[in-house]
């Protein structure tokens, strides 16, 4: 897999391309990093999915540490903050499949990140937007009644600035909640410490000013996982909620914003390391 922006835009807009100046395209492909994206593909091509990831964070300098520990039964899913959009997938695919000593994870994505083939085999495809396929949905069944673990982003979309300056997900959605009383998998709330750069926070709040509703800010996604080449970053794993504990139905999207609030608190928790 290489990623080709002049590809793209030929194939994808042909009654178009003829029109978009070379400039533009030279601007994308320094935009969203394309020549490093390309290194670490090609460098991690005998990869797929926890190896893939495994690989990529080494050739990136990524190091993390880990407070509390994931339950014993792997028949969990694991909600966490996403303040990254990208790496912080990556860091917990690796940290998941160390913890549990396998590959076969479930990654519960935006159906569009399944264009990422070395990705493929643990991602989990939720279309946000319209229908799901059959086969889709028949996927995420199989992952959810198995024991694999699943990783969920409740919120969907990578975290932005709130109004008091702190960097916060979105409203958290209420899948997390109704899938884990279906299936009867405990929750466990996981944080994810980092940030992206205050660019990215200040051209997100402008975009919505201006009353923009397409996150444009998304296309500075990639050059914000480069630029944390070489960074630490440290995950804390809280305690498992019962499924017999959530309360579904119509107090499901107010169970999923407390399992957040339980996520965020979990910075402030002592720890005896």
């Known amino acids: 897999m290489r990623i080709d922006v002049d590809a793209v835009l030929r194939s994808r807009v042909p009654s178009l391309y003829r029109f978009i100046p070379g400039a533009v395209v030279r601007w994308l492909e320094r935009t969203i990093c394309q020549d490093r994206l390309n290194e670490l593909l090609t460098g991690n091509a005998h990869a797929d999915g926890v190896d893939f990831a495994t690989g990529v964070l080494s050739d990136m300098g990524i190091s ?8 014993a039964s792997s028949r969990v899913i694991i909600a966490s903050n996403h303040p990254l959009g990208g790496l912080d997938g ?16 479930g990654f519960v994505v935006n159906d569009l990140l399944a264009a990422v083939a070395p990705l493929r085999s643990i991602f989990l495809a939720v279309n946000k937007h319209g229908k799901q396929s059959r ?10 009644e198995s024991d694999m673990p699943i990783v969920m982003f409740p919120a969907g979309l990578v975290s932005r600035r709130n109004s008091r300056g702190e960097i916060r997900d979105l409203q958290w959605q209420k899948m997390v909640v109704n899938k884990a009383i279906e299936t009867g998998r405990d929750i466990v709330p996981l944080h994810f410490s980092g940030e992206n750069s205050a660019f990215f926070y200040n051209f997100a709040r ?3 000013k201006l009353g923009l509703k397409f996150n444009i800010e998304m296309i500075y996604l990639p050059q914000e996982l480069v ?10 794993v809280g305690e498992p909620v019962s499924h017999t504990s959530l309360r579904g139905g119509k107090e499901s999207a107010v169970t999923a914003s407390q399992i957040c609030r339980r996520v965020y608190g979990l910075v402030n928790q002592e720890w005896n390391l």
């Open 64 to 71: 993390y540490d880990v407070k509390g520990s994931l339950p």
């Open 90 to 105: 990556l860091v917990l695919a690796d940290f998941v499949g160390r913890a549990y000593g396998r590959k076969d994870i």
């Open 135 to 144: 086969q889709a949905v028949e996927r995420l069944d199989r992952a959810m």
């Open 206 to 208: 402008w975009r919505a």
């Open 227 to 236: 630029k944390s080449e070489g960074k630490h970053f440290t995950i804390t």
